[in-house]
T-cell receptor
Framework: RKEVEQDPGPFNVPEGATVAFNCTYS??????FFWYRQDCRKEPKLLMS???SGNEDGRFTAQLNRASQYISLLIRDSKLSDSATYLC????????????FGKGTRLHILP | DAGITQSPRHKVTETGTPVTLRCHQT?????MYWYRQDPGHGLRLIHY???????DKGEVSDGYSVSRSKTEDFLLTLESATSSQTSVYFC?????????????FGEGSRLTVL
């Protein structure tokens, strides 16, 4: 099993729809989880951290399911500007713990 | 803005020449990283640093060396560039609670080796 797995997509979603991605991880000792957004030919940018209790930021909701070892990202009322690649990131608490990036899920919002 | 800049942003060079990429930060963060990103591979860690003169290898370190003589600068050197090192290179700094903080990336350095 890969350390971090994401569906590469692309997800083609009409504007205004709700879309959700999952990201599975293999190391049950993982402690920190993040979602990043990357636009074409740009650097990854932090979208949101994922907390154990789940968290919401506007139209974006992130959740962590430790029992099944996955994190999720839900985007409501999707906008054309949400088109990007979404990367999940998993790491531990110690300096030597690896920071594992998923390969990303591509999202295309259709007008 | 995490105060991280990379230079050069674009470079074309020939096989066998040395290349140095610079990552500069303005906020004295301890943890700094160099990644490369290629289609189909995602982000792969080359080298990382936990402080001045404290560096270690990542998963794709062959052909690369790094130096960190000052907190603010993390240099990545290709001693003898090869075409397989054509890539986009991202520097990142880690911000927040120790080793669990978020990464913030520079804008990237696009390197082409002919």
């Amino acid at each position: 099993r890969k350390e971090v797995e994401q569906d590469p997509g692309p997800f083609n979603v009409p504007e205004g729809a709700t879309v959700a991605f999952n990201c599975t991880y293999s190391n049950s000792a993982s402690q920190s989880f993040f979602w990043y957004r990357q636009d074409c030919r740009k650097e990854p940018k932090l979208l949101m951290s994922v907390y154990s209790s789940g968290n919401e930021d506007g139209r974006f909701t992130a959740q962590l399911n430790r029992a099944s070892q996955y994190i999720s990202l839900l985007i409501r009322d999707s906008k054309l500007s949400d088109s990007a690649t979404y990367l999940c990131v998993v790491t531990g608490m110690n300096r030597d713990d690896k920071i594992i990036f998923g390969k990303g899920t591509r999202l295309h919002i259709l007008p | 803005d995490a105060g991280i800049t990379q230079s050069p942003r674009h470079k074309v060079t020939e096989t066998g020449t040395p290349v140095t990429l610079r990552c500069h930060q303005t906020e004295n963060h301890r943890y700094m990283y160099w990644y490369r990103q290629d289609p189909g591979h995602g982000l792969r860690l080359i080298h990382y640093s936990y402080g001045v003169k404290d560096t270690d290898k990542g998963e794709v370190s062959d052909g690369y060396s790094v130096s960190r003589s000052k907190t603010e600068d993390f240099l990545l050197t290709l001693e003898s560039a090869t075409s397989s090192q054509t890539s986009v290179y991202f520097c990142a700094i880690r911000i927040g609670a120790g080793a669990s903080g978020e990464l913030f990336f520079g804008e990237g350095s696009r390197l082409t080796v002919l």
